[in-house]
Every structure is written in C-alpha cells, then in structure tokens.
C-alpha cells in the first residue's frame, strides 16, 4: 500500500496537496483517513528547538504519509506544556482549547467526506488527546491516538535505542536520533555532553520538570543518530499498519 505518488517524504511541514489530490485519494479507498501531527512549542534543552515535539510528530506523519492513502495535515503547533513553564520560550493552552481544536478538526473533516482521523502525538504532556479518541470512539467516530506505547518500544527495539522510554523522558535519545535524521540543521552543539537522568518523577505533575533538572533535558541525548532516527520512523510506519487497519475495515 503506497501513499500519492506526486508526494515524497522529504516535503516540508505543511503538505502540498491540492484540493483535486485529495479528491483523486478519496476516491480509491472505502473509508478516507487523515493524519493530524499535534506537537508543542516547548524548552528542549540548549540543543534541539522548541519546536522539536512538533517536527517529530510531523516526520512520523510524513512517513506514514509515504507509506498509506490518507489525508496528510499541517500540525498543530502548540499544545499542553504547562510542566515547562519554567523555561522562556515554552507556550501553552488549555487542555480545555486542544479538546475542542481536535474535535473541531474532526467535525469538519467528516462534513468533507473524510470519515476517520489519527492523531499523531509527538508531546507526552498532551495527555488529553487520550480521552479525545475514547470519547469519539464511543459516540462511534472513527479516532486512533499513535504512536501506542507498544509502537514506541517496537521501533526502540528495531532502531537499537539504548535508552528506555522511562529514562529518555526529554530532549533525549529518540528525539535526538529523529532530528539527526529527518532535521539536522535543527540542531545546535551540546547534545553529545547533556546526559542527565532522573527516572523517579513521580511528583512531576505537581513540580514540573524544573524540579527534576536544571537543563531542561531527561535522557541520553549523546547516544543519538541520524542511523537510529531513520530506523525509529520506519518502524512507527510499519507499526501504523494495524492501526490503518482497525480503522477502515468494516
């Protein structure tokens, strides 16, 4: 199964499809599927961008996007990083406002014909997108959250990545390796000296992550590359075949 062919994965942020593509898509499968990538705008360290949550989620989508016949979106850019207040630059709305901004997307994607969504979450801090799908799933709405849990460790596993998803909690291995891959020129010097862990965070949500580091970074940031960045986006991508799956069949 094969996305259009006039789209590549080496395309930008925001997709290039016109209106006629996306007609010509729909028009060769039984349920239409849109891919929404949410990121965040959030402190990742004196290395990688604020932005970092947003392009990760973006490359998966794209790679998804290259692989299977949906409908590719831009991505929301700014989401829940209440825990990164502390550091300048981060910017956050409400749970309350990406809620209503998913549903919204999705209301108005099936008036077009467009009858199932994926989100694509590359912010573990937006733990609400969980009750968005469970919510639409059941008033009957076909919603799929990726990359699962069980995604993320498969394609740790295909990719090598040293680091378990507990200890590469921010700004770290996986998120490193992707920039390396899909955005170098997004990375500053450091991440090769910026190793910190703190794997006991069980009072995160009342200190934020200002009470678990000082630099901003959980993980094993020195242990990325672009070799493992490649291989972590393949893997998600034949991860999200099931996912496809559930989501057109029937």
């Not at 901004?101 to 009858?115: H, K, P, T």
């Not at 996986?174 to 891959?181: D, K, M, N, Q, R």
Request: proline share 5%.
């Amino acid at each position: 199964m094969s996305g259009s062919g006039i789209r590549s994965a080496a395309y930008g942020l925001m997709p290039t499809d016109t209106t006629e593509d996306v007609r010509t898509r729909g028009a060769d499968v039984s349920t239409q599927v849109a891919v929404l990538p949410v990121g965040s705008f959030e402190q990742h360290g004196p290395y990688l961008p604020l932005a970092t949550d947003t392009l990760v989620a973006c490359a998966v989508a794209r790679e998804i996007a290259a692989a299977y016949p949906v409908h590719l979106l831009p991505p929301v850019t700014i989401s829940c990083s209440h825990e990164h207040a502390a550091w300048p630059g981060t910017v956050s709305i409400s749970s309350v406002t990406l809620h209503s901004v998913v549903r919204d997307i999705a209301d108005s994607l099936r008036r077009s014909g467009v009858e199932a969504l994926v989100v694509v979450n590359g912010h573990g801090g937006n733990y609400v997108l969980g009750n968005v799908v469970q919510e639409a799933s059941a008033r009957g709405e076909r919603m799929a959250l990726f990359p699962a849990v069980e995604d993320w460790e498969a394609a740790r596993g295909d990719a090598g990545v040293v680091t378990s998803l507990l200890t590469d909690m921010h700004a770290g291995e996986i998120e490193t390796s992707i920039l390396l891959h899909a955005h170098p020129e997004c990375l500053r010097p450091g991440y090769e000296t910026s190793d910190f862990v703190a794997d006991d965070r069980r009072h995160l949500l009342t200190l934020g992550m200002s009470g678990y580091t000082d630099s901003g970074v959980i993980g094993r940031p020195s242990l990325g590359s672009a070799e493992k960045g490649k291989a972590l986006l393949e893997s998600l991508a034949a991860s999200f075949g099931a996912h496809f799956s559930t989501l057109t069949e029937g």
